[in-house]
């Protein structure tokens, strides 16, 4: 049986050129829900984005009939490969309003040593990959990897969200991540959860969650902030219906 970390290098290779092999230009509409639970506020956003994905740069429509805006594709770049290096912004707060993007994206890549021993060990750098209690191997399941980041990487990290749950669905014949879940230790105790759906032969953004706990301006208390945000209308394209993605930014 191929072991936790060879698979996880191998799905990680599958998304780096399935990323790749993005599409220039794709349109879709997309829903996010914000919640301040504590606060019971709440506000639905609709809107229709055209991006384009070699440098992020979008056109946004705020429906039926609200603000055009050239900004990053909102929330996140429905190409987006969540197996990656990359830094997320995301600005939130109790009056309802959400600023996302993501950006710097190097999706990760591994190479197989080449070796004439009839048995090779590999291994993560800074990562312990296992199976999960639910992973399943057959087709009507999905594959489940947990990844247990080393002091190797918690003790240098810069950044506050750590890789922890990538899953497989086992009918997938490409076998490309379904979900992907990053996570951050407290105070934040956050979370960034991207799902993934076919669309024809794409490998498409479905759903995106976030959330946070963020402290309060006088840092007296925190309030936690959740963003819901669904993809759906997807039309790809070699060259852009907005004329402004034909200029350079």
Do not use: C
Request: hydrophobic share 35%.
């Amino acid at each position: 049986m191929i072991s936790a970390d060879q698979e996880f290098r191998d799905v990680a290779n599958r998304a780096a050129a399935a990323y790749q092999a993005r599409p220039a230009y794709v349109s879709y509409r997309t829903h996010v829900r914000i919640e301040v639970p504590s606060l019971r506020r709440s506000r639905d956003i609709e809107r229709a984005i055209e991006v384009r994905t070699q440098d992020d740069v979008a056109v946004i429509q705020d429906l039926p009939r609200g603000q055009r805006q050239i900004s990053h594709a909102y929330p996140i770049n429905p190409t987006f490969d969540a197996i990656s290096y990359f830094s997320l912004s995301w600005k939130a707060g109790p009056h309802d309003r959400l600023e996302a993007y993501v950006s710097d994206v190097r999706p990760l890549t591994f190479t197989t040593p080449q070796s004439n021993a009839n048995v090779v060990v590999t291994s993560l750098r800074y990562y312990h990959a296992e199976f999960a209690a639910d992973s399943r191997s057959d087709e009507g399941g999905k594959m489940h990897i947990v990844l247990n980041p080393l002091q190797t990487l918690t003790q240098f990290h810069n950044g506050n969200l750590y890789l922890r749950d990538v899953y497989i669905d086992n009918a997938d014949k490409q076998r490309l991540p379904s979900r992907v879940t990053w996570v951050s230790p407290a105070p934040d105790s956050g979370e960034f959860t991207v799902d993934y759906r076919r669309d024809g032969d794409r490998w498409m953004v479905d759903h995106a969650f976030f959330t946070q706990s963020i402290p309060t301006p006088l840092r007296l208390a925190r309030f936690r902030i959740n963003a819901d945000a669904r993809f759906e209308s997807f039309t790809f394209e070699s060259q852009p219906a907005s004329k402004e993605l034909l200029l350079p930014r």
